[in-house]
């Protein structure tokens, strides 16, 4: 059964950084993209951040995080990674990993959820 399981949320001061992990378990097969979202109490899920691994690597991102945040993958370990600077109390949320995978034998990929990992900027 494939998963994704974040890491790496908690309590940081702002101006400060944390880098969130989601590491993807299971029967894998392939990729088509891991990325991130966020979501406040009464808001809709926000996307963040999105890498792509087809033929060459490609990232999209919010206009709210670029230049701030930083997202990455380990193909290898089918992890993805948000490396978070400058965080303000805007950036106070829960994060939620996303991913389109592929799992081994099937021929299709399919949308998989984290459960997500708070995330909170305060002083």
């Known amino acids: 059964q494939v998963q994704l399981v974040e890491s790496g949320g908690g309590l940081v001061q702002p101006g400060g950084s944390l880098r969130l992990s989601c590491a993807a378990s299971g029967r894998i097969s392939g990729v088509d993209y891991m990325g991130w979202y966020r979501q406040t109490p009464g808001k809709q899920r926000e996307l963040i951040a999105l890498?792509?691994?087809?033929?060459?690597?490609?990232?999209k991102y919010a206009d709210s995080v670029k230049g701030r945040f930083t997202i990455s993958r380990d193909n290898a370990k089918n992890t993805a990674y948000l490396q978070m600077n400058s965080l303000g109390p805007e950036d106070t949320a829960v994060y939620y990993c996303?991913?389109?995978?592929?799992?081994?034998?099937?021929?299709?990929?399919?949308?998989?959820w984290g459960k997500g990992t708070l995330v909170t900027v305060s002083s």
């Open positions: 890498i792509f691994t087809g033929g060459s690597v490609s990232t």
């Open positions: 996303n991913a389109n995978l592929k799992s081994t034998g099937s021929n299709y990929a399919i949308n998989y």
